[in-house]
């Protein structure tokens, strides 16, 4: 595969290296400025839309609550489980939920017992950064290793954009 030559950088120098972290810093700022606006925006339909909301969310809790007494007080007309009506179906559902002591030690050591342990759910995964603390050999012994590289970064110094503009 050729090498490809390196062309010259657009930037020719510190000091326009550091005009350009101004215009970072500016473009962040305004981003940051558009940003708020947007949320605030976004803040007051939500805020808007839940006050208009509110009182249909109300009404259709009481107007559900108030059809499932009913269902229930005439259950017995009911041909099997539900009834459908011009406007929807109302019914029951058969449902089993499974109920576990609070403390589950004792239900998942029976497991155990019994070789149950298709029941037990068991997640093991590598913490990354307790074992990046351990020195390289130590890494290398496991089977995993360690990936050097230098990351570019630049940070734009934005409490001094107030002093400076």
């Known amino acids: 595969m050729a090498r490809k030559r390196m062309e ?4 020719k120098s510190w000091e326009e290296a550091d005009a350009v972290l ?19 925006c976004i803040n007051d339909i939500k805020e808007n ?5 509110g009182p249909l969310k109300d009404e259709v809790k009481i107007l559900g609550l108030q059809l499932k007494e009913f269902t229930t007080f005439n259950k017995s007309e009911l041909k099997g489980k539900s009834r459908e009506l011009s406007f929807g179906t109302v019914g029951f ?9 609070k403390a589950a030690e ?18 093991e ?7 990046k603390t351990y020195d390289e050999k130590t890494i290398l012994m496991v089977g995993a290793s360690l990936k050097k590289k ?16």
């Open 8 to 11: 010259e950088p657009a930037i």
């Open 22 to 40: 101004k215009q970072i810093r500016d473009a962040e700022m305004e981003l940051a400025a558009i940003t708020m606006d947007m949320e605030k």
């Open 49 to 53: 839309a839940e006050k208009e909301a």
């Open 93 to 101: 559902r058969a449902s089993t939920s499974l109920v576990l002591p």
């Open 106 to 123: 004792g239900v998942i050591r029976t497991l155990k017992k019994l070789g149950m342990g298709d029941c037990i759910n068991l997640t």
């Open 125 to 131: 995964t590598v913490n990354k950064e307790v074992l």
């Open 150 to 165: 230098d990351t570019f970064w630049y940070e734009t110094k934005k409490e001094e954009l107030a002093e400076t503009t």
